[in-house]
DNA sequence: TTAATTAAAGATAAATTTGTCTTTTAATAT
DNA sequence: ATATTAAAAGACAAATTTATCTTTAATTAA
């Protein structure tokens, strides 16, 4: 019925996190994961995925490591500095904390668009969750069982 | 450097909302308007802009005229009563304020994802904003000259 | 009734994002 | 050294979104 589907990040971006926060997840049992690992665990299509693997090593968002024995690690350091912000920043660029709701070329309080003043609101809000929510605390909630990466199918 | 450039909406929707707001101030005076001066007064590609409106007519946002001294508009009613989300819905669908942040097919508090209980928070300011947000506050904004619609050139 | 005007509809094209495939590079194990 | 493993890099393809162009339909004015 409508006419585009929207979500709030990109589908790299939403690949970016699901994929950072397992392998910081498998880095906490002390193993790194290879892009195969990724992927399946996560739902995602393989290579479009290594695309973006290649991207958050660039960014020193996770490591890797070639060869037999090889994969994706997140360091002990890493988990506990890298922010949600960092991820999407990568991916996402940060239009979305910072352009205008409503596609002004730039935000501005001199020259603000209508929604200007509310729209203000859910940004800072995001930007306050990105800038607070760290790779650790996710990876937690995914260890403990409470939070997950996927929907399980019935045989799994 | 990074790899997309994400912003909360659409162009489409940006354009549809942008549009919107200018029809309005317009009606607020009386006077229909064609598709050629709303794309100039929101600097937008006329034809796609015209693509927009007639999703906007069709979901009864605005109201168009056909022939000499037709062109669009809002009516005193629908002004008052139309709200930020019915345009978002008609355009970019509802899953920026209903889908799940990182992209889990569904978003479900019993099967939550990492970023849920955060995200909930965000969507929910937006989803309350674009609720109680009238086409009329923000088109009475922009005729009072506090808010704008695109930002001015040096000669204009 | 004819001409002019303006939106609607449809076809097409460009740009961007998403997804795939192949080759290269680096590391490890034998 | 050689073979094996696994990520990096690059080329390519599909899908989606954005943008344009042309034709049709409806309305008004003369
Ligand atoms: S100017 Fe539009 S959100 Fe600030
Ligand atoms: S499950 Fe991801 S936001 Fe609710």
Chains 1, 2 share one sequence.
Do not use: W
Not at 49 to 55: E, P
Not at 63 to 85: M, N, P, R, W, Y
């Amino acid at each position: 019925m409508e006419f585009n589907q929207l979500y709030m990040f990109s589908k790299a971006c939403e690949y970016g996190i699901r994929a950072s926060i397992f392998i910081a997840t498998k880095s906490s049992e002390g193993v790194r994961v290879g892009i195969k690992d990724v992927s399946k665990e996560i739902d995602s299509p393989e290579p479009f995925t290594a695309k973006i693997m290649q991207i958050l090593t660039k960014n020193g968002i996770i490591a890797s490591a070639k060869g037999v024995g090889g994969g994706f690690e997140v360091s002990k350091e890493a988990v506990k500095s890298i922010k949600l912000i960092q991820i999407v920043d990568a991916i996402d660029g940060n239009t979305i904390y910072k352009g205008c709701g409503i596609g002004l070329k730039e935000c501005s309080e001199t020259h603000p668009c209508p929604v200007h003043n509310e729209f203000k609101k859910i940004r800072e809000l995001l930007l306050t969750m990105l800038t607070n929510t760290t790779l650790e605390e996710l990876a937690s909630g995914v260890n403990s069982g409470d939070f997950h990466l996927k929907i399980l199918n019935k045989n799994e």
